[in-house]
């Protein structure tokens, strides 16, 4: 059995392979060739913790795979990384363990921030004079790093509620190639952005109905378990468009799960990402249009990406 640490993991990891096994993988998903349970949550409130269990197996590969990803929000006050996480690969023969990755939850965030660029692809307005960045962990500045190849805009606006994560975050932006302006007032961020992606494990939304301008599509990737909400529901109601990862999954408990519930999306397109990869078009059909792509995260993910690291190996 391979026991692969986080350094040889991103050593093997590349962007562009892995892009495109995460688009097979959605559309294997969308034609129901993947068998993938239901997820497992665990929610720790006095630790500010949480943790998923996901696992799947695609319809005639050698392998299927275990992921176990936590995320404990108050951990950097401790010195310790927010994420941590490992995937076990099987054989789909034999049952036997084939590798352990222990990536401490990097390729969680990786194959996060990859599927941000692919709704960004399908997704995005035009012409894009700002992104706007909500949250300032290591997720938002992984979406950032992989708009690169989506968007030559390099304007950037930046919420977060505290100022020294502010800071900290437009450091490491500019060090990219991006001119950064921060805001602890989300409204203002939405008055200047075109592409807004949400990266908190937010309980209550950050993002209001009002404050985003026509034109704007917004990928939102932290409501990935029961309770959380980065958007407001009257907000998700005003979409003209929705990209969903997995309906039954954002259904359930992702950004569109309470309008959902509440019969409001009943004339809204809603379409799985794996449906419009399949069918190579874009979910934009007007520019005044406010699009949404609601990624709550799915297990065939870590299969295509731990299987692109093994491959590389």
Known sequence: MHILNRQQILAAFDAEAITALLKQGFIAYSQRRVQQPPVQHFLFEQAAGDCCIKSAWLEGDELFVVKVSAGFYRNAER??????????AFSAQTGEPRALLQDEGWLTALRTALAGRIAAELCAPPHIQAIGMVGTGLQARLQLQCLKPVTDCREVWVWG???QALAAYRRDAEAEGFRVLTTQDAAELAAHCQLIVTTTPSREPILQAADIRPGTHITAVGADAPGKQELATDLVAKADALLVDALVQCADYGEI????????????????????????????SEPQHITIADLTGLAIQDLQIAKGVLAAI
């Open 161 to 163: 509620r505290n100022e």
């Open 79 to 88: 010195g310790l990384a927010s994420n941590q996480g490992l995937v076990m």
């Open 257 to 284: 799960a309470t309008a959902y519930r509440q019969t409001r999306l009943t004339s809204t397109p809603i379409i799985e990402m794996g449906a419009l990869l399949a069918q190579g078009g874009r979910l934009r």
